[in-house]
């Protein structure tokens, strides 16, 4: 038995990239190179994206503690920009190293996806 059912389309393929610079930006240069700060510093995470704006974005972190690092946990969202950036701005007040990276489960109109992680090293 054949049922009436309506086709869509499927979901746009979406792309995430993620890049990092020293300070707090939201213009400038970012780069995939590990980020060294000073304590107390902050270190801004940069996803690129072809979601629309206003899509919010999913911020996982993990940390290195006695060589070994932890499982990548969510801690935030933000929301895409004009621009197809969101930011996140991290620092911390003792030696640590941070993985950073950000995720979109998907949707209707746009595919899941996860960008590669970056990392920052507080001194």
Do not use: C
């Not at 610079?21 to 995470?45: D, E």
């Not at 499982?71 to 933000?78: G, L, Q």
């Amino acid at each position: 038995m054949i049922s009436n059912v309506t086709v869509g389309n499927a979901p746009a393929q979406t792309t995430i990239t993620n890049a990092s610079a020293a300070g707090v930006q939201n213009s400038g240069s970012f780069t995939t190179s590990t980020k060294i700060v000073p304590l107390n510093k902050y270190v801004t995470f940069q996803a690129t994206t072809n979601l629309p704006v206003a899509t919010h974005v999913t911020v996982w972190i993990a940390v290195k503690t006695n060589g070994v690092w932890s499982a990548f946990s969510p801690v935030t969202s933000r929301v895409v920009d004009v621009n197809g950036h969101a930011y996140y701005y991290w620092r911390s007040s003792t030696a640590k190293w941070v993985s950073v990276k950000f995720s979109f489960a998907g949707n209707a109109a746009f595919g899941p996806d996860m960008s590669l992680a970056r990392q920052a090293e507080t001194k």
